[in-house]
């Protein structure tokens, strides 16, 4: 009982420290005390902790996790405001510092050097850390009801495979686009960051297994491919393919990275959605 409820402190603890050094680097950069404000969205989070101690004793829910959702909206703000004045203010980092330099490196924690660093570097770094941390805070929170220790390890190594994708796509395709698509590349980023606090790909494996010798619809028998097709075509891989292209074909940016990423978002889809027409097919045939 003690080690869920140390897990869960700590889990949202990280949470909000995280949060915290993006609105520190949001004041800092708009060179305006009120953005503090924003910690503001943190009192969700400290009352979810407060709820789930006390009536769950700190365990999550099976399908949704309203400590991660909870989280994001805490610290994607924050990435918005920085991501959207980096586009505006590119030509100041002709002076700023690099985080791969000698200096930076002895000296990483010095709080001037710390704040000269690169806008590009601090944000990369923000989205680095916020996806790592919500593939460890998954791991770290206690096991909601209802879900084994199997499907845990399926759902985690699946944050891991779909953090790469999403972060690849924020840090190739940002540097390369006008200001006039950074707002719809941030809303499909965000868009995507919703597989995180839900989980219905993974935990239905079970119920899946169950109801195979049942007269239930296709839909029913097969869930988890189902929802694992839903997730790829219209929360990460089909959005994804939809802006590459758009950079490709409208605003006539091309390059070796974008093409190779574009055509395997293409993959992906087309995939997928052979499997849903070969799993319609089988259960037919039966």
């Known amino acids: 009982m003690l080690l869920k409820f140390l897990c869960a402190l700590i889990t949202r603890a990280l949470f909000i420290l995280i949060s915290l050094i993006g609105v520190w680097r949001v004041t800092w ?6 953005y503090w404000f924003l910690t503001i969205l943190y009192l969700p989070l400290v009352i979810e902790l407060i709820l789930t101690l006390r009536r769950r004793k700190g365990k999550d829910y099976k399908w949704f996790s309203p400590a991660i959702f909870l989280f994001l909206i805490s610290i994607i703000p924050t990435i918005w ?5 980096h586009q505006q203010n590119r030509s100041s980092d002709a002076k700023c510092a690099k985080l791969d330099s000698s200096e930076i490196f ?12 690169c806008a590009n570097d601090w944000i990369l770094a923000l989205h680095q850390i916020l996806l790592i941390l919500l593939i460890v805070g998954k791991w770290l929170m206690p096991i909601g009801v ?3 220790r199997d499907e845990l390890s399926q759902l985690l190594l699946i944050f891991v495979g779909t953090a790469a994708d999403i972060l690849e796509f924020t840090s190739e395709t940002l540097s390369d686009v006008n200001p006039q698509l950074v707002y719809i590349i941030l809303a499909v980023w965000t868009w995507s960051m919703l597989q995180f606090p839900f989980h219905l790909s993974v935990v239905n494996s079970r119920d899946d297994d169950e109801c195979e010798n049942q007269g239930d619809s296709v839909l029913t028998k097969h869930r988890t491919d189902f929802w ?3 997730e790829t075509l219209f929360i990460q891989d089909g959005p994804f393919l939809v802006v590459r292209l758009t950079v490709m074909i409208h605003y006539a940016i091309v390059h070796q990275m974008l093409v190779f990423f574009a055509i395997k978002n293409f993959l ?3 995939l997928n959605i052979y499997r849903m027409w ?4 089988d ?3 039966i």
Request: aromatic share 10%.
């Open 29 to 34: 950069v708009k060179n305006n005390k009120l």
């Open 81 to 85: 405001i920085l991501e959207l004045h």
């Open 106 to 117: 002895k000296v990483c924690f010095n709080y001037k050097i710390l704040s000269s660093v």
């Open 146 to 148: 209802g879900v084994t």
């Open 228 to 230: 694992t097709v839903v």
């Open 268 to 270: 992906v889809v087309t």
């Open 278 to 281: 070969v799993i319609f097919q």
């Open 283 to 285: 259960y037919r045939s």
